[in-house]
């Protein structure tokens, strides 16, 4: 257990729709990374916040949107879903503002868009 | 692209055997690291190795790293059925980003 929890754990919904994702980081953890996990395009990087604020930027689609809240929980918002944002979405956490240290992995959110 | 490539993309063994991975990257870097993921869940950090070191081991994990050539090897030795997953090499690049790459799926047979 990496001490980092999202949740759901699993999603289904339909094209068009709209859908929150939420991560808590290990206590202590300043640094969520968003990350989204398909067949085709491997292990991409999204989004990183530090201690409230975003701090480096990746793949993110604009349909897409993230945010981390004082308690230092994340949600990433995904609207205007399509079949291609069917994938697996981790959520990981690291004490250090760089992302170069370990990072400790979430179990995912599998999202399926119908 | 800068991210790493690990060769080979699948490999498939028995229990007590060794495993060796590699992974390859394009530009400098400031540390690499391996992480194994289980089917469908989170990756788990194995080791984080330095620019400025060569070798570095923890349990059966062993991992090289030569910067001349870009390169790393994961070696597992005497693997156990529990090791099957894939591993991903991750190369961090200056101070701002962790690149992973497409895995090697290991599978070991009992």
């Known amino acids: 257990d990496s001490g980092v929890t999202q949740t759901p754990k699993h999603l289904i919904t339909a094209t068009g729709q709209r859908v929150t994702l939420r991560c808590s980081p290990r206590s202590g953890d300043l640094s969520v990374y968003w990350y989204q996990q398909s067949l085709d395009q491997g292990l991409q990087f999204l989004i990183q916040y530090y201690n409230g604020e975003e701090r480096a930027k990746g793949n993110i689609l604009e349909r897409f949107s993230a945010q981390q809240f004082p308690d230092l929980h994340s949600e990433l918002n995904l609207s205007s879903l399509e079949l291609g944002d069917s994938a697996l979405y981790f959520c990981?956490?690291?004490?250090?503002?760089?992302?170069?240290?370990?990072?400790?992995f979430g179990p995912g959110t599998r999202l399926t868009v119908l | 692209s800068q991210q790493g490539e690990e060769d080979p993309q699948a490999l498939s063994i028995q229990e007590g055997e060794n495993a060796t991975m590699n992974c390859s990257y394009k530009t400098s870097i400031n540390n690499l690291q391996w992480y194994r993921q289980n089917s469908g869940r989170g990756l788990v950090h194995l080791i984080l190795?330095?620019?400025?070191?060569r070798e570095k081991h923890s349990g059966r994990l062993r991992v090289t790293l030569d910067t001349s050539k870009k390169s790393s090897s994961l070696l597992i030795t005497a693997s156990r059925a529990a090791d099957t997953a894939s591993y991903f090499c991750a190369t961090a690049h200056n101070t701002d980003k962790l690149i992973f790459g497409t895995g090697t799926r290991l599978q070991v047979f009992p």
């Open positions: 190795i330095r620019s400025n070191e």
């Open positions: 990981a956490s690291s004490v250090d503002p760089d992302r170069v240290g370990e990072q400790f």
